[in-house]
């Protein structure tokens, strides 16, 4: 018999977190969390016979035992942005939101940094009723041995705050 992976704790959920809005009102979101394979897949290992494969929309992606073992630390992340809302996030090249942790257990590789990568959207409805219900899909988690390039910084409050209002 094999070694099994557990993967309960990428499970949906859903989490509220309140924020003060730019124009000084206060309102709760409703954060449904979903998480994408790639917090536990590579798709730079190698497809050897007998791996376990994910198909992707590319290309299969091969299970990471690192990737899997950090992964159990990400639900932990990202809670940690609802108790924080107002810890800066940035956005990528890719147009998408990352967050990082340069201290986690097991220890990072010095001069790395484990980030997870996300996208914030509204999922519709009134703006004017509490909670507003917010979709926040983790694409991505793991180690990289080179800083993420951003094109923009902003507290996660405030990028909640923009998918569903806008810049104001």
Known sequence: MGTEYSLTHLKEFVDFFDWKLSDGRHVTFRMAVR?????YTDERLPLVDGC????????????????????FQVPAIV???????AQT?????????????????????????????????????????????????IESAYVKDVQVRFR???PFGRIVEEAVFGKQ
């Open 79 to 85: 809670r940690g942005l609802f108790s924080k809302p």
């Open 35 to 39: 998480f994408a394979d790639h917090c």
């Open 89 to 137: 996030i940035s956005m990528t090249m890719e147009n998408n939101w990352a967050t990082f942790c340069l201290q986690m257990k097991p220890a990072i590789p010095r001069g790395k940094r484990y980030y997870v990568f996300f996208r914030v959207q509204f999922l519709g409805g009134d703006p004017n009723i509490d909670p507003l219900p917010m979709d926040l899909y």
């Open 152 to 154: 923009r910084l902003a």
């Open 52 to 71: 376990y494969t994910v198909p992707g929309k590319r290309k299969p992606r091969v299970f990471c035992t690192d990737r899997h073992m950090r992964s």
